[in-house]
Nanobody, 123 residues
């Protein structure tokens, strides 16, 4: 099992920045990627950014078009953390942001989710 705890959400004005952080704990042996998803009111959950965790450092990152150039995902395998600095926030970024960890082994695949952290961007 893997536990994920998010932090860093809040209320900010448009144009400002926030840094989301996710702390993972538990059995990380089969975790292949970690990332951030968001769900705005009345909408489906969508990918924001993800990064592979199969190497000791670095990793291959993927971004939704909405965050390219404004968001940068990074990870620290030694600390089991994934950060998402978000710059130039716009009201459309308002959502609950969830940390995700994807586990893959020979026998099964699993998604783990945090409780979510609210990000609200005022115009």
């Amino acid at each position: 099992q893997v536990q994920l705890v998010e932090s860093g959400g809040g209320l900010v004005e448009a144009g400002k920045s926030l840094n989301l952080s996710c702390q993972a704990s538990g059995n990380m042996y089969t975790i292949k990627s970690m990332g951030w998803y968001r769900q705005a009111s009345g909408k489906e959950r969508e990918l924001v950014a993800s990064i592979t965790t199969t190497t000791t450092s670095g990793g291959s990152a993927k971004y939704a078009d909405s965050g390219k150039g404004r968001f940068t995902i990074s990870r620290d395998n030694a600390k089991n953390t994934v950060d998402l600095p978000m710059n130039s926030l716009i009201p459309e970024d308002t959502a609950v942001y969830y940390c995700n960890a994807w586990s893959s082994s020979l026998s099964a695949e699993s998604d783990y989710w945090g409780q979510g952290t609210q990000v609200t961007v005022s115009s």
